[in-house]
Nanobody, 124 residues
Framework: QIQLVESGGGLVQPGGSLRLSCVVS????????VGWFRQAPGKEREGVSC????????TYADSVKGRFTISRDNAKNTVYLQMNSLKPEDTAVYYC?????????????????WGQGTQVTVSS
């Protein structure tokens, strides 16, 4: 059974940093692409970042470029999202998801496996 478990969310002041972790169990991480999504109250789920398993390439939404960094540790079967210079508009529930393809997309319906989400709140 494939499971994804996120951790690392919390309350942080504007300009602060958090690192989210997504531990994958039940499958070897290096075969599939993993994405991070977020959903704020009253808004649609949006793609934030993704890392492919074909060449390790990384993509970012325009809203987080230069502030967020995605990485993958295959030995630990874990994907990370380092979030720096956080803004109040980054407040959302963050989800990691895995799709049965090596390639990235921000179409959330193309992802088969999802974590339970972790809350990130950016506020002074």
């Amino acid at each position: 059974q494939i499971q994804l478990v996120e951790s690392g969310g919390g309350l942080v002041q504007p300009g602060g940093s958090l690192r989210l972790s997504c531990v994958v169990s039940g499958f070897t991480l290096d075969y599939y692409a993993v994405g991070w999504f977020r959903q704020a109250p009253g808004k649609e789920r949006e793609g934030v970042s993704c890392i492919s398993s074909s060449d390790g390439s990384m993509t970012y939404a325009d809203s987080v470029k230069g502030r967020f960094t995605i990485s993958r540790d295959n030995a630990k079967n874990t994907v990370y999202l380092q979030m720096n210079s956080l803004k109040p508009e980054d407040t959302a529930v963050y989800y990691c998801a895995m799709r049965t393809s090596r390639y990235c997309t921000y179409v959330h319906t193309h992802y088969t496996y999802w974590g339970q989400g972790t809350q990130v709140t950016v506020s002074s």
